[in-house]
């Protein structure tokens, strides 16, 4: 079955730090990866989509993805956090149509 | 530009009692998907439709039902509330259920049982 794992549910960083947050997948097939992000109360907006199209993909407010296969990974990272990016970050598989997602991970960001 | 649209945005409810969430999708989107997440937890999928049809479901207890009518918006109707179905109940819509295809977030509604 495919799904995503997304490895520690905190993240802090500094502002204008590096952002790395992890997602491994597990698919026997080529997969549709997502990043949503959750901003307290608010529903969950897209980032970015995986698609095969091109394994760098980027997304909206600076973060981007690298799919790697060998890793079986797709890691959400921006070179510079912003206190504004302070907020829930879900990586999630397409499964049919339906949307399976990780855990989460919080980030927060300290001026 | 218009985007998923559910009412009510909070519900308190008793015990037992019934509660009926709306979705309305974004215009032209002729597939509707229901999520559930708890306190501190990730989304999960309930129940999908497209075209008015059924078309996947998930992890919905019996007690909860949907439908997605003509105008493509949907109702989930919950019977028999249980303190468990406290939770955030997301919709989401997307032009076509296929794989890969982004899916549109509702802000969701906040269902709290007492």
């Known amino acids: 079955a495919q799904s995503v794992t997304q490895l520690g549910s905190h993240v802090s960083v500094s502002e204008g730090a590096l952002v790395l947050l992890r997602c491994n997948y597990s698919s026997s097939v080529p997969p549709y990866l997502f990043w949503y992000v959750q901003y307290p109360n608010q529903g969950l907006q897209l980032l970015l989509k995986?698609?095969?199209?091109?394994?760098l993909v980027k997304g909206i407010n600076g973060f981007e993805a690298e799919f790697k296969k060998s890793e079986t990974s797709f890691h959400l990272t921006k070179p510079s956090a912003h206190m504004s990016d302070a907020a829930e970050y879900f990586c999630a598989v397409s499964v049919g149509d339906k949307l399976i997602f990780g855990t989460g991970t919080r980030l927060q960001v300290f001026p | 530009a218009a985007g998923v649209i559910q009412s009510p945005r909070h519900l308190i409810k008793e015990k037992r009692e019934t509660a009926t969430l709306k979705c309305y999708p974004i215009?032209?989107?002729?597939?509707v998907y229901w999520y559930q997440q708890g306190p501190g937890q990730d989304p999960q999928f309930l129940i999908s439709?497209?075209?008015?049809?059924?078309?996947d479901k998930g992890s919905i207890p019996d007690r909860f039902s949907a439908q997605q009518f003509s105008d493509y918006h949907s109702e989930l109707n919950m019977s028999s509330l249980e303190l468990g179905d406290s939770a955030l109940y997301f919709c989401?819509?997307?032009?076509?259920?296929?794989?890969?295809?982004?899916?549109?977030f509702g802000p969701g509604t906040r269902l709290t049982v007492l």
């Open positions: 995986y698609t095969s199209a091109a394994t």
């Open positions: 439709f497209y075209e008015k049809m059924q078309s």
């Open positions: 989401a819509s997307s032009s076509h259920p296929r794989q890969g295809n982004e899916q549109f």
């Open positions: 215009p032209r989107h002729d597939t």
